[in-house]
């Protein structure tokens, strides 16, 4: 009787051992199934990969990648999602820290979605172990929405914060050959550009007159107030009240967009008479056409500078100084 009794508890060990093996080589089991790291799921194999108890991580994106969904952000993201799952998968890792990367697309998990409620996609789902060191109590997952694009650093960083502290597999992006053949490739031709045309660039590159004018251009527009205009939005023109139209604004800390182009050319028509009085007017070998020369510029100076003093007297009327003729 002792010993049929013996054999009666050996089976019942033995059953129990059996019974609770798969259990807890659930992880292995999925392990061996992943492709490229992370694996494919449908409605069964997620609740099967999820049901408790679990001695592992599992992260669980939740997507849909057909075009008909209209989900770009989930497009986008599937290579960052597979990259974060073939990065830990490759990387030396403790061997007590067990995680599983899956996927799981509307078209194999409606039941799932509707489970969980979801209305948009991607979410990111990080159950975590409910027996072991890392084990917590309820099982419950951690969520991650997306309200924009995300990189793999990103997700990873995330998930890492999720997992117990230690070392942990590094991010690593594959070499982008192609990217870098294009570069080389237009730096290369670059290059061949410079190296054919130079005998034509050089040339104008050096020209000091063209550096001049150049950086005549750019001072007058920005002693004009061609950046104030475009910060503070200024109107072209506007109305003068009785009418008419008002070019300039009152006050020195306002403008209009017309006011700014005729300033402009006011600063563009004193540079270069003055200009020309410095450089030209003393290069003239006619000396009568010198000196009328002399005088136009001197006339156009006293003009034009006259007509920025009024200007100065528009904008505020308690500006002292003014020259004849305005």
């Given at each position: 009787m002792k010993l049929f009794l013996l054999v009666i508890a050996a089976f019942q060990l033995c059953g129990l051992a059996l019974s609770a093996r798969p259990e807890l080589d659930k992880f292995t089991k999925f392990q061996a199934q992943a492709h490229y790291g992370h694996l494919a799921l449908d409605d069964s194999?997620?609740?099967e990969i999820t049901s408790k108890p679990r001695d592992y991580h599992v992260a669980v994106l939740l997507t849909a990648v057909e075009a008909r969904y209209g989900c770009a952000l989930c497009r986008e993201f599937q290579p960052e999602w597979e990259l974060v799952a073939r990065s830990w998968n490759k990387g030396a890792k403790p061997?007590?820290?067990k995680l599983l990367f899956s996927t799981l697309d509307f078209n194999n998990g409606r039941q799932a979605f509707q489970k969980l409620m979801l209305q948009t996609a991607p979410v990111v789902l990080?159950?975590?172990?409910?027996?072991?060191p890392s084990a917590q109590v309820d099982g419950s997952p951690f969520r991650l929405d997306f309200s924009g694009p995300i990189s793999a650093e990103q997700v990873y960083a995330w998930i890492s914060r999720h997992?117990?502290?230690g070392d942990k597999p590094p991010l690593v992006r594959p070499v982008n050959y192609m990217r870098l053949v294009s570069i080389l490739g237009l730096f290369m031709?670059?290059?061949s550009l410079l190296a054919v045309t130079s005998p034509y660039v050089i040339p104008i590159v050096r020209n000091r007159n063209l550096w001049a004018a150049i950086s005549l251009i750019s001072i007058l527009l920005f002693t004009s107030g061609h950046m104030f205009n475009h910060i503070r939005k200024v109107p072209y023109v506007a109305g003068?009240?009785?009418g008419g139209i008002s070019y300039f604004a009152g006050g020195f800390a306002n403008q209009f967009g017309m006011e700014t182009q005729i300033i402009a050319a006011i600063y563009g028509i004193l540079s270069?008479?003055?200009i020309a009085l410095a450089l030209k007017v003393p290069r003239m070998s006619d000396t009568k056409a010198q000196q009328m020369a002399?005088?136009?510029w001197g006339v156009v100076l006293l003009g034009v500078y006259s007509f920025l003093l009024s200007v100065f007297r528009i904008k505020n009327g308690g500006y002292p100084f003014f020259l004849p003729p305005f």
């Open positions: 194999t997620y609740e061997e007590d820290l990080l159950f975590p172990p409910t027996i072991g997992l117990p502290e031709g670059t290059l003068d009240g009785r270069f008479a003055t002399v005088v136009i």
